[in-house]
């Protein structure tokens, strides 16, 4: 079964920094792409950025290019967003999960984990 817990959000200021952590259980990071996905209040769940670990492609969506990076440790099964510059339009439910291919998509993603709620403060 796979599972992801991810950890790391909360309140943080705009202009501040936050790391998310996604553990993931059932499958090994070097077998499939991962990424980063986050839902607004209102709006559509949209893909952040995914990584592939084996040969470390990733991408980013056009909003947090600049600012935000992906990682995965490969020894821990475990998946990085590392936030900066945070923006309140940042503020989101921010899901890690497994993509079928690269492009990052939601909708090709079949199963999510909780989330975890990060708040931008003005």
């Known amino acids: 079964e796979v599972q992801f817990v991810e950890s790391g959000g909360g309140l943080v200021q705009a202009g501040g920094s936050r790391r998310l952590s996604c553990v993931v259980s059932?499958?090994?990071?070097?077998?499939?792409?991962i990424g980063w996905f986050r839902q607004a209040p209102g709006k559509e769940r949209e893909g952040v950025s995914c990584?592939?670990?084996?040969?470390?492609?990733?991408t980013y969506a056009d909003s947090v290019k600049g600012r935000f990076t992906i990682s995965s440790d490969v020894a821990k099964n475990t998946v990085y967003l590392q936030m900066t510059s945070l923006k309140p339009e940042d503020t989101a439910v921010y899901y890690c999960?497994?993509?079928?291919?690269?492009?990052?998509?939601?909708?090709?993603?079949?199963?999510w984990g909780q989330g975890t709620q990060v708040t931008v403060s003005p």
């Open positions: 990584i592939s670990s084996w040969d470390g492609y990733t």
């Open positions: 999960a497994v993509p079928l291919g690269r492009d990052c998509r939601p909708e090709d993603v079949d199963s």
């Open positions: 059932g499958f090994t990071l070097d077998d499939y792409a």
